[in-house]
């Protein structure tokens, strides 16, 4: 067990509403770690929406989704939070009074008095496309994601989709593929338009080829890709040689495992009190989207206050022995020393 990650809070979901209570635990001396299944912090404003304007946020006018994130990792810099990203945790187990061990989709344990669900509206997962069989196929030879580009030095890579992912991965891994087809339904694109224009340059030169229509049918043995079958906007049938496929069809959020983690839970959101956001276990708090009470607003501020509150509750479970007094970091020299302003 020399592995496990012992943490006073472990903080599941690196959203908004996550960072935001990293400051509030980390000005009362709580040390926080956080995994999120995606590869960045920032939740749905960092996936969704990065360079839509968010016009209310108390205090900032407008804010990009991207912004605020930035905003907010400059914000809790001084409590040294540690992200494990690109890791979703599927188990959490009840293992003291109270105490939890939870374990990733990759195996990382921790350890931690208090657990923070931050989830949001659960976790994000790639769209399947139609596709018959492709489940056969899927992390040996079709891939949601880029993980680590090496993987696909050499191959014969078939991206399919029209958006900024699809794009993105063309241009990233043309230089290391051996040969890369683009496969979208219609000549136009969703992408950024420089993207498009570069994709557009490298086909003209005949370094990649760009096809239209769509996947019906994959052929291969035991997980091994070797091709796909195409129906053209033409309606003409053919094949595609390839030994990856990497579909882009966008997210879709699922609440995934949460729901098995034994807490009680009301159309898929996580039932709190009011006074501290705490779930029917002891020890587990819900702030953000994946919560809901009477009056409850999905609106980051809202996160805001709960990830507040929760925090003073969660110090009685860290620190049973201390007493906890309130202080304003306007006037707090204790407050501004951990804030390195002192
Ligand atoms: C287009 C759009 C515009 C919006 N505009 C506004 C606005 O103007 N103002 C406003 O206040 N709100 C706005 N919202 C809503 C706002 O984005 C959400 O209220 C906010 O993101 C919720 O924050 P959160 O931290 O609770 O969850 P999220 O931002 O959803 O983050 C949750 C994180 O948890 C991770 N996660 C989930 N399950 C697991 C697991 N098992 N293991 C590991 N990680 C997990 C997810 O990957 C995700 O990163 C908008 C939303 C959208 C989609």
Same mark, same amino acid.
């Given at each position: 067990m020399s592995d496990v990650i012992k943490t006073d809070v472990l903080i599941i979901g690196a959203g908004p509403c996550g960072l935001f209570a990293a400051f509030e635990l980390g000005l009362l001396d709580m040390k926080t770690h956080f995994v999120d299944i995606l590869d960045k912090v920032g939740g749905q404003c960092a996936?969704?929406?990065?360079e839509k304007p968010i016009y209310d946020i108390p205090g900032i006018p407008q804010v990009s989704g991207q912004g605020l994130t930035d905003a907010l990792m400059e914000q809790i810099k001084p409590f040294h939070p540690t992200f494990h990203l690109?890791?979703?945790?599927?188990t959490v187990e009840k293992i003291g009074d109270p105490a939890f061990r939870c374990t990733t989709d990759v195996g990382k344990v921790f350890e931690c008095k208090v657990l923070v669900i931050a989830a949001g509206g659960g976790s994000f997962q790639p769209k399947r496309p139609p596709? %018959?069989?492709?489940e056969a196929y899927e992390g040996t030879s079709v891939h949601?994601?880029?993980?680590?580009?090496?993987? $696909?030095?050499?191959k014969n890579v078939l991206i399919v989709g029209g958006g900024d992912s699809a794009l993105d991965w063309t241009l990233n891994l043309h230089p290391l593929a051996r040969r890369i087809t683009l496969l979208h339904r219609r000549d136009d694109f969703r992408a950024a338009p420089h993207s498009v224009e570069q994709m557009r340059a490298l086909v003209a030169d005949g370094k990649m080829d760009l096809r239209l229509g769509q996947v019906t049918a994959l052929s291969g043995a035991e997980g091994k890709l070797t091709g796909a079958t195409v129906k053209g906007n033409d309606n003409n049938v053919s094949e595609i040689a390839c030994d990856t496929m990497l579909p882009f069809f966008g997210l879709t959020m699922k609440l995934g %495992?949460?729901?098995?983690?034994?807490i009680a839970l009301e159309n898929n959101l996580v039932p709190v009190e009011t006074?501290? $956001?705490?779930?029917?276990?002891?020890?587990i708090f819900a702030i953000g989207d994946i919560n809901t009470y009477p009056g409850k607003i999905k609106l980051i501020l809202c996160g805001f206050h709960e990830g507040a509150l929760m925090s003073q509750k969660a110090h009685r479970y860290v620190y049973p022995e201390k007493r906890l007094v309130f202080q304003y970091t306007t006037s707090s020299s204790s407050l501004q020393k951990k804030l390195g302003v002192n």
């Open positions: 996936e969704l929406y990065p690109g890791e979703m945790v599927e596709v %018959p069989g492709i949601y994601a880029v993980r680590k580009m090496e993987t $696909f030095r050499d %495992p949460v729901a098995n983690w034994g006074s501290a $956001f705490e779930t029917n276990v002891p020890g």
